[in-house]
């Protein structure tokens, strides 16, 4: 089956990788591009990521869900995954947050000091 593909993906990944080239990975406009393309990237597409990131490992198990069954990651959980402070992975998510206002995409997805129900996993 051929799953469509928004045009504006193609457009953002190639600006991604030319700000790639330019700036490299560390850059706050490579982020910001790199956020974009993830933004339009098509739903099948994200669900093969999502399958190869839990394989390789490259995030930590699922620390809550909410009420509707969203899953949540803690930050301290995603510290520890990844073997840096707390400070630091705030750190890191605070910059993700800005980059994504400085291009207009939403940040409601992430809850900081949320009154929402969550369940932890246990």
């Known amino acids: 089956m051929i799953e469509h593909v928004n045009p504006e993906f193609f457009k953002a990944f190639d600006h991604y990788k030319a700000m790639l080239a330019q700036y490299g990975n560390d850059h706050p406009i490579t ?3 790199f956020l974009l393309t993830l933004h339009y990237t098509p739903d099948h597409i994200k669900a093969e990521m999502n399958a190869k990131a839990k394989e390789m490992n490259l995030l930590p198990p699922v620390s809550a869900y909410t009420d509707d069954g969203q899953p949540m990651y803690d930050l301290r959980d995603i ?6 402070s ?9 910059s993700m947050l800005h980059n994504r206002q ?4 939403s940040n409601d997805g992430v809850l900081i000091n949320s009154d929402i129900n969550i369940n932890r996993v246990q």
């Not at 707390?86 to 605070?94: D, I, R, S, V």
């Not at 400085?102 to 995409?105: D, P, T």
């Open 31 to 33: 982020e910001q591009a």
């Open 79 to 84: 510290a520890r995954h990844f073997g840096i």
């Open 86 to 94: 707390f400070e630091e992975a705030e750190q890191k998510l605070l």
């Open 102 to 105: 400085q291009v207009g995409l």
